[in-house]
């Protein structure tokens, strides 16, 4: 009947479109109220040196603390927020979290104890007209000094369209470095190399696994070496300096290190924490420096 196809017909439409959309819908909602709510927190996983294991830096990593789903990682809600444009005030509570939190690093351990603090950056934020201003805005109210801030961006981030690269120029000669994540994943990434003021690559986690190896599948391994190699001659070459992700094994720093790798991030080395672990690093390897001779 005309009754039964009424609601009960747009509800079979939405569903036709997929459950997707219908979860978007709700999940766009749902982080509206998640950002007024104050449930996105920052955990920070340490750039660690190769040699050694001291700390160089830090990435910001978004995590949604959901009142009944528990810790939700950005993998969920980030395309999400991309879509419904909620990526754009996230992604100012990030920048702002993270460049407040680096700065009150550097006053309490010194400037030698944190070089950089990184930050992922969607292509979305590259197109608001205003993200320059708000990074602007987030060095000036923290104190952070721009060379210390590192904005990721991805290959396909970089490559939608001209107010994106005006943002990167613009970012760039306020000083800020910009880093080439996942390096190597994307289409076009040596072309972008030369188009792009790129100061850091960072080597995708897909060549770090099983780079080690080389019995069983040599082949694959020796494939995976010499894109590393390839990739940090690139950027020896063009004056970058390079992170390699991912890293989950002693073997891996070790094979890294063999191919000229100074700094990286993975499991092995540390995972992603919250902000109070990563000053107790920082106080423990100011302690452990001070009893040196
Ligand atoms: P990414 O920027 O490449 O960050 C590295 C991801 O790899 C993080 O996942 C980190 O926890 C994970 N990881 C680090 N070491 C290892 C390892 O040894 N093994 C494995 N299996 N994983 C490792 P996470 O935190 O889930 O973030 C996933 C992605 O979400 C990030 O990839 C980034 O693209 C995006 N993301 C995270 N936070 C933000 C944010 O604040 N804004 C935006 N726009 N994107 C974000
Ligand atoms: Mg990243
Ligand atoms: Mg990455
Ligand atoms: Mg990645």
Redesign the pocket.
């Known amino acids: 009947t005309a009754k039964q196809q009424g609601k009960a017909g747009f509800v079979r439409y939405v569903d036709g479109l997929g459950e997707p959309v219908l979860a978007h819908m709700q999940l766009g909602g749902e982080l509206r109220r998640a950002l007024d709510n104050n449930e996105f927190r920052v955990v920070y996983q340490p750039i660690m040196r190769l040699d050694g294991s001291r700390l160089f830096g830090v ?1 910001a ?1 978004v995590r949604w603390h959901h009142p009944s789903r528990g810790v939700v990682g950005p993998a969920e809600f980030i395309p999400a927020a991309e879509r419904t444009g909620l990526i754009v005030p996230l992604g100012r509570f990030v920048l702002r979290e993270t460049c407040r939190q680096a700065a009150s690093w550097l006053a309490e351990f010194g400037p030698d104890a944190l070089h950089e603090a ?3 950056v969607s292509a979305r934020q590259l197109h608001d007209p205003d993200f320059v201003a708000d990074v602007a805005a987030a060095l000036a109210e923290s104190g952070l000094p721009c060379e210390r801030l590192v904005l ?1 961006v991805t290959e396909s981030a970089v490559l939608r369209g001209q107010q994106v690269s005006r943002a990167l120029y613009d970012l760039d000669r306020m000083g800020i470095r910009l ?1 080439l ?2 390096f190597g994943t994307g289409e076009s990434s040596l072309s972008l190399l030369r188009a792009f003021p790129a100061a850091i690559v ?1 080597l995708d986690k897909s060549f770090v696994d099983g780079i080690e190896i080389d019995d069983g599948h040599p082949a694959a391994a020796g494939a995976r070496q010499a894109v590393a190699r390839a990739v940090i001659q690139l950027a020896h070459a063009l004056g970058l300096d390079t992170v390699a ?1 991912g890293i989950e094994s002693p073997e891996q720093v070790a094979t890294l290190r063999e191919l000229g790798y100074t700094l990286g991030q993975g499991f092995h080395l540390a995972h992603p924490m919250p902000a109070a672990e990563v000053s107790r690093l920082l106080a423990h390897q100011q302690s452990a420096t001070s009893r040196l001779p």
Request: glycine letters at 10%; charged letters at 55%; zero cysteines.
């Open positions: 990435e990593l990184g930050l992922n990721e880093a994540d996942d960072k992700e």
